[in-house]
């Protein structure tokens, strides 16, 4: 499965989280290039990402990017990376570099602490394709 991941960015998120969970869904329907596989930071192959970056393994409230023997990125940094990738309209996305990563991923850590309250709990399910894309072990 590793020789699978080297040409795909991994984002990994909370699993138990609702605005996560849309946020996924938004990705995985714009993903037109098939470039991006997803994980919980719960299961077995999050934990195992965090545990190898010295990362905590027991909070989920961060988004990561990564891309295996290259690099990962967290919170906002993350996030406005995610958008460049998916290119089209999205790559406007870019101006928010200039922000300074510390005043982004504050409002970053200010969505998360709310996200609880502002998810709507839906529930989501992938198609059978979009299945394919999420790592389970």
């Known amino acids: 499965m590793e020789r699978d991941l080297q040409n795909k960015y991994i984002v990994f998120f909370d699993g138990d989280c609702g605005v996560c969970n849309f946020w996924v869904q938004w990705i995985l329907e714009r993903d037109k290039k098939d470039q991006f596989m997803f994980a919980s930071l ?13 990362l905590n393994t027991k909070v989920f409230n961060t988004m990561y990017l990564w891309k295996p023997d290259s690099y990962y990125l967290e919170k906002s940094r993350a996030v406005l990376e995610i958008a460049h990738l998916l290119g089209g309209i999205y790559k406007i996305s870019a101006v928010a570099k200039l922000i300074p990563k510390f005043l982004s991923d504050k409002v970053y850590d200010t969505v998360s602490e709310n996200r609880m309250k502002l998810a709507n709990q839906k529930c989501y399910l992938p198609t059978p394709h979009q299945r394919k894309k999420f790592i389970q072990v």
């Open 42 to 54: 719960q299961s077995e192959f999050g934990q195992k990402f965090l545990s190898e970056r010295g």
